[in-house]
């Protein structure tokens, strides 16, 4: 078994009868989805999700959990995801499958958020191995670069799969992979990104995350908000 469905194993045994239980996007947030619709349907386990991305619902249907659409929901028991980067105080960076604004809205709506990942992603700093990732209303592009550049910032649109075009989030924004001076520390560019207007969103997560499960050699560490 990969330290990816160990994790997911897991978180998966964390959830109760009666959540409302976010799914995460990826490969590792795929394993929890497997291993909540096996507990559903050979433990009886009555859970209702929501998912961050229209590939997790889809998933989530295929397996028979029960699913309830995004609109509907303004408070969930757990949300569980991975993460491209963890910083020792748990400041994640999320937003390579560029579904950020799901993501976000269901980490901060959710009681307990549990982040999946392997030892690689655990870093000294957020933004150690990638660009912050930051979705931008496709009118404000040249108007929040020159923002963000004021501010050390330096990068330009993501590109698409194909490398013809401009990639676009699933909400519809421009996706820009911006880095800044690693003496940045993770509060003060989240409070830097949040104050420019037409920024939609971006890849920090910063205290959002209540557990880290971290998969190491076939053990599962498990590190809380606060004990860092």
Request: net charge negative.
């Amino acid at each position: 078994m990969s330290d990816k469905e160990l994790v997911a194993k897991h978180a998966a045994k964390q959830v109760a009868d009666g959540m409302l239980v976010g799914l995460g996007t990826g490969s590792t947030a795929n394993y929890f989805i497997e291993e909540l619709a096996y507990r559903s349907r050979e433990q009886g386990l009555k859970v209702i999700t929501v998912a961050s991305s229209v590939a997790s619902a889809i998933k989530a249907q295929q397996l028979g959990l029960t699913t309830v659409d995004f609109k509907r929901v303004s408070h969930l028991d757990l949300y569980v995801d991975g993460a491209d980067e963890v910083s020792p105080e748990l400041t994640l960076l999320k937003g390579q499958g560029a579904d950020l604004v799901r993501e976000k809205l269901l980490a901060t709506a959710s009681e307990q958020f549990i982040v999946l990942i392997e030892a690689s992603k655990l870093v000294a700093r957020i933004g150690q191995h990638f660009a912050i990732p930051i979705e931008v209303m496709p009118c404000a592009w040249q108007l929040v670069k020159k923002q963000l550049e004021a501010r050390g910032g330096h990068g330009d649109l993501r590109q698409n799969t194909h490398k013809k075009g401009v990639a676009i989030s699933s909400h519809g924004s421009l996706i820009a992979d911006i880095s800044f001076d690693q003496h940045i520390d993770a509060k003060t560019l989240n409070d830097i990104l949040n104050g420019i207007s037409g920024i939609v969103e971006h890849g920090i997560f910063y205290g959002l995350a209540t557990t880290v499960l971290v998969g190491i050699n076939g053990q599962v560490q498990e590190r809380q908000a606060g004990n860092f």
